[in-house]
């Protein structure tokens, strides 16, 4: 398992470094899944239904590689969202965002995703077969109607999250999954990167 290799997060940068790495691995393999299976994704740019409602669960060095691309440039609107949607998201069970029907703090105006390149494990995952039933599903919450995801794509996600968890248990470190927008406004705390390779509990914010 390249994750559990060796792997000793000790600095913000070898964080990014590994969850880059993570993430290119896992998208490849999804491409592989996707090939081999026959089984083609509903899924495209603008095509957003599964962004809407739906709790996505994030490690603490997700979340820390996100903060870290909210700082790029000028993003101060963005990062007010996640803050607002986390005050919100604290107060709601899973069930509740979903009939709420919120869209996701980092969703743009056109339905593309403002941190694609740094996307959780979750949703890089996440591969609907039809885009309709992903459209009902989010339009009729009340009958939480079922959304048939690629199967094979949707391992090697769990996959990748369950190793990721494991590698992070070996060096000691918080290994706990949080909702997105509250992980995310802990992690844009100052020095939230060397709190936590601290060993100290920031998250419990979360």
Request: a neutral charge; one cysteine or more; aromatic letters at 4%.
């Amino acid at each position: 398992n390249p994750l559990r290799n060796g792997f000793s997060p000790r600095t913000p940068q070898a964080i990014v470094e590994t969850m880059l790495g993570a993430h290119a691995r896992l998208d490849q393999r999804i491409v592989h899944s996707i090939e081999t299976s026959g089984l083609a994704p509903a899924c495209s740019r603008g095509c957003a239904w599964c962004c809407h409602g739906v709790k996505v669960n994030v490690s603490i060095p997700e979340a820390l590689v996100i903060a870290g691309h909210l700082t790029i440039g000028e993003q101060d609107e963005l990062r007010q969202r996640v803050q607002t949607a986390a005050a919100q998201r604290r107060t709601l069970n899973t069930d509740e965002l979903f009939q709420r029907g919120d869209p996701c703090p980092f969703l743009g105006q056109a339905g593309e995703c403002r941190i694609y390149d740094v996307r959780p494990l979750a949703c890089r995952r996440h591969c609907g077969l039809d885009a309709n039933e992903c459209e009902r599903a989010v339009k009729q919450p009340k009958h939480k109607l079922p959304v048939q995801q690629h199967a094979a794509a949707n391992a090697a996600g769990v996959t990748a999250a369950i190793a990721l968890a494991a590698a992070l248990e070996d060096v000691g470190l918080d290994y706990r999954t949080f909702e997105l927008a509250t992980a995310v406004s802990v992690a844009l705390q100052e020095n939230a990167t060397e709190h936590w390779l601290s060993r100290e509990a920031l998250f419990d914010q979360a």
